[in-house]
């Protein structure tokens, strides 16, 4: 099993602990960002031909570059697709959407312990994390959902 | 799109209160809070107070994707007004044990 598939069970694992607590909901939602973080990371470099340099090669991925080019997707009119199929310009926007939202959750579930985290909004972190799991299979063959890996590396678009 | 700074409150008020009347009954709150996020960007973050009952693990997904989607085709945030969108849930249960006035 990859990693990012280990990272998001033991994210479920960790949202529904009993009694819930807030260093499992916290470690959860921490969990399933790194989980989409690698994931995506996966699916970028599985496109390098030589397999044994793929993992040197997800060392180049940044959190914050990948946060803008996930941001950049969502704004229709900066990235309004065109003449693309709507479902897949859809689901490339929750993928961008969701991993935003993921890298912001996990900071608050990090470092801020000013307030406490709830468990709705963390079950509802990290099944949206699973969910790109579920949703990137049926648009990873398009070329927006690749154009979409190759700018989570580049700096400036 | 407004730039950051100059966003007119009132008008931004107006138009989320729109939107949230096009949400369904699962939604019993929409609040937001205007501020920079984690990596210093303009963003709108929006809390959600659900009913108890709209917080299922078989269904949360679709409930606040649903809800999301709404909210950003109406309001949306980042290209009428710059700002980077977040949403955040609550159950009403929860809310009541431990209020949080951010979702109020």
């Not at chain 2, 409930?63 to 290209?79: F, H, S």
């Amino acid at each position: 099993m990859a990693y990012h598939d280990d990272l998001l069970r033991q994210a479920l694992e960790l949202v529904h602990t009993v009694p819930p607590s807030q260093v499992a909901l916290r470690r959860g939602v921490s969990a399933a960002y790194y989980a989409a973080f690698h994931f995506l990371i996966s699916e970028a470099t599985s496109n390098w031909e030589n397999i044994s340099l793929r993992t040197a090669l997800g060392r180049a991925y940044e959190h914050g570059v990948m946060k803008t080019a996930s941001n950049r997707i969502v704004d229709t009119r900066r990235f309004p697709f065109a003449g693309e199929d709507e479902t897949v310009v859809n689901s490339l926007r929750f993928v961008g959407r969701t991993f935003s939202e993921l890298q912001e959750a996990r900071e608050f579930a990090d470092y801020n312990l000013t307030k406490d985290l709830g468990s709705a909004g963390a079950l509802a972190q990290v099944r949206s994390a699973e969910e790109i799991f579920n949703t990137w299979p049926s648009i990873r063959a398009q070329q927006i959902a690749q154009a979409y890996l190759v700018s989570l590396l580049v700096k400036r678009a | 799109m407004v730039p950051a700074g100059y966003i007119h409150l009132g008008h931004l008020d107006a138009i989320v209160k729109d939107a949230s009347a096009l949400l369904g009954p699962e939604v019993l709150h929409v609040a937001y809070r205007i501020r920079p996020d984690s990596t210093d960007e303009p963003s709108i973050f929006f809390r959600i107070l659900l009913a108890d009952a709209a917080v299922q693990e078989d269904t949360i997904v679709d409930v606040t994707r649903r809800i999301a989607d709404v909210l950003l085709e109406a309001v949306r945030p980042l290209e009428d007004w710059g700002l980077r969108a977040y949403f955040n849930y609550r159950s009403k249960s929860e809310q009541d044990r431990h209020k949080d006035p951010d979702f109020e």
